[in-house]
């Protein structure tokens, strides 16, 4: 779901039975989440990654004896990079990794891949032809000239201008990039 604020992103069912360990006292288990980023370098047949913590939260301790949904709440910064799946050279994954918190025994924990997309600023409007308010009006003929007469923009607003290059970060790959192409 998403907020002002960023993505929330809740689930977690617990059911205490078999969270039981002959070692591990009778008592709480505490959920508990992070979200970190897994950077993977990749050249000359090597590869090195690096991981960074994004953020970590906990939920309220359940009963290790009771079954129980728990839910939680996580918001996501909305500065976050673009996720990088499909380069041969760099690669930048996010995973939600939720695991228990069990006195006297080993955390279960499951990953969870997200995947971040470019953000959008604000919703798609409808804007005027390219041509309008640039002084184009001697090309057309006399008839599209008297059934459209806009009124000429002295400059484009701030709004109207197309995002930044670092806000589109994500292109699709060309395919073909070292393959010569004809000019035909």
Request: with cysteine.
């Amino acid at each position: 779901m998403f907020s002002p604020t960023g993505w929330d992103i809740s689930k977690a069912k617990l059911s205490g039975s078999p969270l039981k360990s002959p070692t591990a006292p009778v008592g709480q288990v505490r959920p508990k989440f992070t979200l970190y980023e897994k950077q993977s370098f990749f050249a000359q047949g090597k590869r090195r990654v690096h991981t960074h913590d994004i953020l970590k939260e906990k939920a309220e301790a359940v009963e290790s004896s009771k079954k129980e949904t728990v839910t939680q709440v996580i918001n996501l910064p909305m500065e976050l990079p673009s996720s990088i799946l499909n380069c041969s050279i760099i690669k930048l994954e996010y995973r939600l990794k939720v695991y228990l918190d069990i006195k006297c025994a080993k955390d279960p924990e499951v990953k969870i891949p997200i995947v971040v997309l470019p953000a959008f600023r604000r919703p798609a409007e409808k804007h005027p032809p390219a041509s309008a308010g640039i002084g184009l009006e001697a090309f057309r003929g006399p008839v599209q000239s008297q059934r459209s007469r806009l009124p000429q923009q002295a400059a484009l607003y701030h709004e109207d201008q197309p995002p930044s290059y670092e806000a589109c970060t994500m292109y699709p790959p060309y395919p073909d990039w070292n393959r010569p192409q004809s000019l035909l």
